[in-house]
C-alpha cells in the first residue's frame, strides 16, 4: 500500500529531489579526469530551469571509454564537452550551481532537520550549514562537528587535480580528528532489509550522533538546521 510519503515522492520527478545525476563506468588502473582512481565520470544530467543539460566528458569519449550504448539511449549530439578540470569548473559555475541553489531555496524551506546524503565522494555536496557529518566506510563510521568539516573544506577546496567544487572526502577527513569513530559490521541481504534490525545493530553510532548533534544545537542555543 502507497504510504502519504511514497505518494508524495512519487509525485516528483528524481531531478526534483536531485538536480544533477553522475554517470561513472569502472576503468581499472586508470585515473579519471577528476583524478578518480579505477573509475572514469562519463556523462552528468543536470536539471535546469529550460529542462535537463547533458555535460559529457569529452577526455572520456576520446579514449573511448563511452560505452556506444549511451548515445543510443541519451540526445548528446549537442551536449557540453569537457576535456579539462577548469572547463568543469566554468560549466559547474554556470549551469551546476543555479540548479543547487535552486535545491537549496526549496530545503531551506523544509521542516527541520534535514539529512543530506551523497553517495559520491563530494565532500560537501549543498552549500548549506551542517551540523553533523558521518563518513560512512564499508568497514567504519567517523562523525565530526559540522563546523570543523566545512572550514577544513575552506583550507582545501579548489586544489588543481579536484578542482574548486568537487573536494573529496578524503582531502578533508586527512587533515581533521573526528569525534568518534566506529567499526561497522556488514548485514545480511535479509537484515538489510530489516530497519528494526538495522536500527539495532547500528544503535550505538547513530546515539553517538545524536549525541554530537545535541551537543551542537546546545552551543548556539537550539536547533540551526540540518
Known amino acids: 500500500m502507497e504510504t502519504t510519503e511514497t505518494a508524495r515522492l512519487s509525485r516528483h520527478h528524481l531531478t526534483d529531489i536531485n538536480p544533477i545525476h553522475r554517470l561513472w563506468r569502472p576503468t581499472p588502473g586508470e585515473t579519471g579526469l577528476l583524478g578518480e582512481q579505477d573509475r572514469t565520470f562519463l556523462i552528468d544530467r543536470v536539471a535546469t530551469q529550460d529542462g535537463v543539460e547533458y ?37 559547474t559555475a554556470e549551469v551546476y550551481l543555479d540548479a543547487s541553489r535552486r535545491l537549496v531555496s526549496r530545503l531551506e524551506a523544509a521542516t527541520r532537520p534535514l539529512v543530506i546524503e551523497s553517495y559520491g565522494d563530494v565532500a560537501v555536496p549543498l552549500e548549506l550549514p551542517v551540523d553533523a557529518v558521518a563518513v560512512v566506510d564499508p568497514s567504519r563510521v567517523r562523525l565530526y562537528r559540522g563546523s570543523s568539516f566545512l572550514k577544513s573544506r575552506d583550507r582545501v577546496a579548489g586544489s588543481p587535480r579536484e578542482g574548486r567544487f568537487e573536494t573529496h572526502t578524503a582531502a578533508i577527513t586527512d587533515s581533521l580528528d573526528p569525534v568518534a569513530v566506529q567499526s561497522l559490521s556488514s548485514l ?39
Open 55 to 91: 555535460v559529457v566528458n569529452g577526455s572520456a569519449e576520446q579514449r573511448g571509454v563511452m560505452p556506444s550504448e549511451i548515445f543510443d539511449a541519451l540526445e548528446l549530439e549537442g551536449a557540453t564537452r569537457v576535456t579539462s578540470v577548469e572547463e568543469l569548473n566554468q560549466i
Open 188 to 226: 545480511s541481504r535479509g537484515a538489510r532489509e530489516n530497519p528494526e534490525q538495522v536500527a539495532s545493530r547500528y544503535a550505538d553510532i547513530y546515539a553517538r550522533l545524536v549525541d554530537l548533534l545535541w551537543g551542537c544545537w546546545d552551543a548556539v542555543g537550539g536547533s540551526s538546521s540540518h
